[in-house]
């Protein structure tokens, strides 16, 4: 039987599924045919569906797994292998030792040990890497004393690296790796992720829990049903497949029945739907434990394509951080924006999946037009930063987060000068990328209409007339009055005092016998125009800061 | 915004209608360093309220009968502004004029130094001033031949300072601040009395002295800040927190 089994676009987390079961069948060399709202398949490229589920995430995702961790490290054995160990160094040893550990951490964790009962060899990995010891040098002996141990580690390694990259033992071995770093980012709780599951294989529990009711379903007389798919309105026996499975979105019927009109649940999904909702890990592209999906619903043609390059993008970058999902976002956004004509990307809606939540947002005509005109700004952001209270924040990121919801960067250009009069020491942006903010922001204030634009840069003359009067205050030798106040004057922006500004910054140029320059007299209009020359100026007033720090401690 | 300004004479002799010399010295401080904010001061508008006034302090002069000898050959102009563009303006004008000569009326005047002087908070509802510059209460129609300067003391000098303060206050404060402008309301201090100061050839009838004004802080703000009532800008009704 070759009927066509028919898909139709829905809401976003069923286009996220559409997306996904498009790339596994493709990636496998299956055919699916795509219309403007729809896509249509033959049943036979359901069989081996599951290895395809697999193969497609293992491949995509091969950056991000513990299992590349351990194999990536091939090519260097292989090196000391061919060139002899006579080029062995010190931080050579380092990154071996930190290996070491990380291959003794992931070849015990439960997922690995899972992974082995299924896998036919009657090779001991636990053994192995139990008979691996990280190395250390005393002090008196120098490294050649312990080459030999060397020697002996990288021996064991290259086994261990032989059994995980055996093609059938990556299967199983990656194939875990997936279910724990992706997988369960979309949905958790049935299938292989049921912790009490009785299949521990888990290519033979999704073809038994996904792929097989589908055939079956496809294949049976639908007509004597009298429940109605809640996704696609098909007949369906019975309302078990609810929900509950998706995160974040689904209930537990059982458990919570609040959620439903009179406490009867009608909320169910056929098998087809199921399955399609399995496959959102492959179109939601994760890095670690962040994702972000674009709902461009045109057709389905765009929503593949404008997808797939955010994992092009993000596959193509050297380093995968957590902030790779933003930056691909907006080259991508970049991409699409200059290639196409632009009224057929605006608003649309960008789902990101951070914290475990699911965060959206429209993006709106203007509001491309801000990202595209500032992404020369934007992209210079990417490597700042600041710390507080030991966690890491990237100035990027939240800059498009406050973009994305429509908010104005006054409270993070604020936040920023304090931390760099405060505690430079954990700053890692200089006042360039100060500027760069306001910019945006400036931009991103007019492209909003919230203000008018301008002509003149208010920021650049604002910030150089704070970097003319601290050289005014170095000549006079009193630069360390600065910071108290750069204080004030930041309260006074905060508060919208612009009494309180005016009044210190002519106290400052009567004590430099300076005029004050015109600049300010803009400032004096609205509030935003205070605000953004206000900040520009403590900027200026505040750049170099550092230097001066150095200076003293020298 | 205040700013005081320590003005330097050649001579020890200056007319007694001073305030039309240092009038002149605003015109040709801000026509220097700006000619379009003088213009949009002094020629767009005939008549122009601005929002600023000033007062001069000249120390232990004498009050001759044409003229004032000041000894010291010195000068304290005390300036306060509403209006911080205007305070800008004023300070940047007389930065740019700082220890050049200007002729004036057969005097040489040299601005030496500026201070900015620290403004009080007002956050009560009854304030009392005191002058800097008298205080000018004018029944004015537009017609020069009808104005009359009355005293702060009886009624109708009153009544007409009143009207005075409303005229300006609303311009100032727009036109939300109405109602709180109705509401004000004053006690001239007993001691407070009548002068004669000689401004631009004519004498006008001013009041000096104490005067407790009751009203919202922003309003006795403003007052406090832009001077009160008529001819502020050219040297009346300064004010000071006692």
Known sequence: MSEKIKVEMNDWLFNAGIIGFVNILEHSGDKVEKYDNYIEFKEEVLDDFEEKYFKYLIDTYEKQLSWNKIVSYRPIIEHFKEEGLDQFNKDNLERLNSYIKDVKYYTKSASYKAAYNLIESNKNVIELSKSLKTIKVRKKDTIESVLEKVNYSHQILEEIIDYMDNPSHKKYLAGKNVIYTIVKNSWNGISFLNPQTKEKNIYIDFKEYFVKPTTEYIEIDKSKYKYNCFNCDNQIKDLKNHYGFLNNIGFDVDKKASHVWKFNNDAAMCPICKLIYSCTPAGIMYVYNRGIFINDNINIASLINTNNKIKYEINNEEKISSGSTYKALMNSLAQKYNNKIKYEISDIQVIRYEDENYRFNILSKQMLNILNNTSEDLSKLINSGYKEINTYFNIYELVIDRLFNNQNLFTLVHKLLIFKLSSPNNCRFNNLHIKRVLNINKKFMEGMGFMNVKEKDIIKSASGSGYYLREKYRQKGAVDKLSGISYRLLNAIKTNNKDMFMDTLLNCYLYAQKSVPKIFLDALKDEENFKNIGYAFVTGLIEGKENGGDNNAK | ?242
């Open chain 2, 1 to 242: 915004m205040r700013f005081t300004v320590e003005l330097e004479l050649e001579k020890d002799r200056i007319s007694k209608d001073k305030n039309r010399i240092i009038l002149s010295l605003f015109k040709k401080a801000f026509s220097f360093y700006d000619k379009k904010y003088y213009k949009e001061l002094y020629e767009s508008k005939e008549n122009k309220m601005k929002d600023f006034t000033f007062s001069l302090y000249m120390g232990s002069c004498t009050f001759l009968r044409e003229e004032i000898l000041i000894p010291e050959k010195k000068i304290s102009l005390n300036f306060s502004t509403y209006n911080n563009k205007d305070g800008i303006m004023f300070y940047n004008s007389f930065l740019a004029l700082k220890s050049k000569k200007i002729n004036i009326q057969n005097n040489t005047i040299t601005v030496k130094r500026i201070n900015m002087v620290r403004e009080k908070y007002i956050t009560s509802n009854e304030v009392i001033f005191k002058t800097l510059s008298p205080i000018v209460v004018r029944e004015h129609y537009g017609d020069n031949s009808k104005t009359w300067f009355h005293s702060l003391k009886d009624k109708k000098g009153q009544e007409v300072f009143k009207n005075n303060l409303k005229y300006q206050l609303e311009k100032e404060l727009g036109k939300e601040a109405l109602v709180d402008i109705k509401n004000i309301e004053f006690t001239p201090a007993n001691t407070m009395k009548m002068v004669k100061v000689k401004n631009y050839g004519i004498e006008i009838h001013s009041n000096i002295g104490k005067i407790k004004i009751k009203a919202k802080p922003y309003i006795l703000d403003c007052l406090y800040k832009s001077g009160a009532s008529s001819l502020k800008s050219s040297g009346f009704g300064m004010l000071e927190i006692v």
